[in-house]
Every structure is written in C-alpha cells, then in structure tokens.
C-alpha cells in the first residue's frame, strides 16, 4: 500500500507561484511513474503533469498544454517526494491538486493510488 501526502497548497495572487510536493511511503518510490492532477468545483479532475521513472535514458516529463512553459514537474527519489513548480499563476488554475502513482497517462482511471489533494487558489 502506497501513501501519498499532497502539502504547499495556498492562497497566491496572479502571477505568483507556489511549489507542491507529494511525499510518498510504503512503497519503492524510484520504482513509480507519477502524475499530478487537478479539480475544479463542478469539473472533471483534469490531467496536469506526469513523470517516468529515472532509466539509463533519463527522465521523460509530460503535461498538459494549459501549463506548458509555467509548471515542472520533478521528482527527488531519495526524498521520497515528487513536486510540482507553478509559476505565472493564474485564476483558472485554482483547483484541488492530487498527486497519485501508476502511470504517466493523462486518463486519472490509469492510476492506482491517490493523495488527499491539496487547495491552490489563485486571485486576480
């Protein structure tokens, strides 16, 4: 059974950023592709960014187009923690944010564990 903990949520300003981790237990962390999500009131939880585990390759990140250029998504794997840097904030990124472990799909159904979600609001 994996755990996951969400923390680094808030309240911010347009424009602002703010750093979300996702720390992990019971499990074999560098073993787990992970992804973030988000959820609006009265919308779908929505893919955000994923990332592959650390191969001879390297890394693969991925996300969606919404973000691309303001989030990053990394991973510490002798942290246990994985983390999500939003910069250049905006309104209609306000939302419940949830990391989970399984995939790197964009489907949330592709996933096999969650974290409780931790709230970022962002002002105008």
């Known amino acids: 059974q994996v755990q996951l903990v969400e923390s680094g949520g808030g309240l911010v300003q347009a424009g602002g950023s703010l750093r979300l981790s996702c720390a992990a237990s019971?499990?074999?962390?560098?073993?787990?592709?992970m992804g973030w999500f988000r959820q609006a009131p009265g919308k779908e939880r929505e893919f955000v960014a994923a990332?592959?585990?650390?191969?001879?390759?390297?890394?693969?990140?991925y996300c969606t187009d919404s973000v691309k250029g303001r989030f990053t998504i990394s991973r510490d794997n002798a942290k246990n923690t994985m983390y999500l840097q939003m910069n250049s904030l905006k309104p209609e990124d306000t939302a419940v944010y949830y990391c989970a472990v399984g995939s790197t799909s964009s489907s949330w159904t592709q996933y096999d564990y969650w974290g409780q979600g931790t709230q970022v609001t962002v002002s105008s």
């Open positions: 990332i592959t585990v650390i191969t001879r390759s390297g890394i693969r990140t």
């Open positions: 019971g499990g074999t962390f560098s073993t787990y592709p």
